[in-house]
């Protein structure tokens, strides 16, 4: 063999020796170092040759320091390792926050018959008795007060609203069911136009009365032009003419004089009224047109049909006046409210203390007038 082979046969082998203990420490950097030294040693044998020879301690100590400190790092405990000290630049971390503290139990009592699901529903919406009392809330100004009727003959009143409401159920209000489903609307609303314009004249004089001039004048511009341009009183032109409709009679006019407080009575056929307003009609009777109409057979007729047509526009608060606990207390005391507005109306606005609703305020409700009666004290001999 050559002297030279044999240099570089031994300079690997000592290479290879030199690259077990790497390979334990780490196998990945130990496997570069060896392609690294290997290397060396194919390019400059001779000096491979002398390194092995002289000093094969020096090369032992000559392992790369990365390997060793990472394997040195590996070995250390972990009850070793002191946590980092933050720097003055490093933001100081959260202190550890408490354990919440646990919600007190309320003891359940011997008597509470309650499920859990029913209790944990208590907790969140509350039991029955902690229900808001819109009627028991202090905190709630207190409710308007509205006159009461003036009934100490209730007990014939009642009697006769009993018989008043039989009469209705048995004849009234069949006619003005038949009237509504036969006649068109357009008719039936002629026909209600007809029988306001007639009563134009008596609240003209009755506005006077009063005091209210531009009233009076507006309820005979009203009668004017519906008569005219209206055809009889058929057409409405006078509302399209922004002229207000205001019904008057005497008994507002005794109200308004003075007589303030009335007892209530319900007539035989024709419903609430106050005695008050029973004078009334007794005064306007003489001032009503259809009243002058002298052939009984046009009149009577007439009358009627100025009944069924008034009943006709009181059939949407049939299905309130039936669904009442004590009709003839609804009867009675809506009545009497509406009436008290028609009577004392204008200083309640005046005042800005209008209390009643839209529907009571609303002067085209109907009632009995003077001139459906077809008999009155004041018709003489007729």
């Known amino acids: 063999m050559r002297p030279h082979a044999l240099s570089l046969s031994l ?3 000592l290479a290879a020796l030199h690259s077990v203990p790497a390979f334990a420490q780490d196998a990945m950097p130990a496997a570069a170092e060896a392609t690294v030294v290997s290397a060396a040693a194919q390019n400059e044998p001779a000096l491979a040759l002398a390194d092995t020879t002289t000093a094969p301690a020096d090369t032992t100590q000559a ?21 980092a000290q933050p720097g003055p630049d490093t933001p100081a971390l959260d202190a550890a926050e408490p354990p919440p503290a646990t919600a007190a139990v309320e003891p359940i009592a011997a008597d509470d018959q ?34 009461g009727a003036f009934d100490p003959w209730e007990k014939y009143n009642r009697k006769m609203h009993r018989f008043n409401m039989a009469v209705d159920r048995g004849v009234a209000r069949p006619l003005a069911r038949a009237y509504s489903k036969v006649v068109p609307r357009p008719v039936r609303l002629g026909v209600s136009n007809f029988f306001n314009n007639l009563g134009q004249p008596v609240s003209m004089l009755n506005a006077l009365l009063q005091g209210k001039p531009k009233q009076a004048a507006q309820a005979l511009g009203r009668f004017a032009l519906n008569t005219t341009l209206g055809i009889g009183g058929l057409f409405d032109p006078a509302s399209d003419a922004k002229l207000p409709n205001r019904s008057e009679d005497f008994g507002q ?17 024709f419903g609430p009224r106050t ?40 059939l949407p608060l049939d299905s309130l006046r039936d669904g009442a606990e004590d009709e003839y207390a609804l009867v009675r005391d809506s009545w009497s409210q509406r009436r008290d507005y028609q009577i004392f109306g204008d200083r309640l606005d005046k005042n800005g203390d209008t209390a009643l609703p839209e529907y009571l305020q609303d002067d085209s409700n109907p009632s009995v ?14």
């Open 11 to 13: 300079g690997l082998a």
């Open 63 to 83: 392992a790369p320091a990365g390997p060793a400190l990472d394997y040195a790092l590996a070995q250390v405990e972990p009850a070793q390792v002191q946590p």
């Open 114 to 147: 309650r499920t859990d699901a029913e209790r944990d529903f208590d907790a969140l919406y509350g039991t029955p008795a902690q229900e808001y009392d819109p009627v028991a809330d202090p905190t709630l100004p207190a409710p308007a007060s509205v006159p």
């Open 253 to 269: 006019t005794l109200g308004v004089w003075g007589w303030k407080r009335s007892r209530y009575v319900e007539l035989p056929f």
């Open 275 to 314: 005695v008050r307003d029973s004078f009334g009609a007794l005064g306007d009777a003489p001032l009503s047109p259809l009243r002058h109409v002298e052939r009984d057979r046009i009149r009577i007729p007439l009358q009627g049909l100025q009944l069924v047509d008034v009943r006709a526009q009181l």
């Open 369 to 382: 007038p003077a001139d459906a009666m077809p008999v009155m004290p004041t018709d003489g001999g007729r």
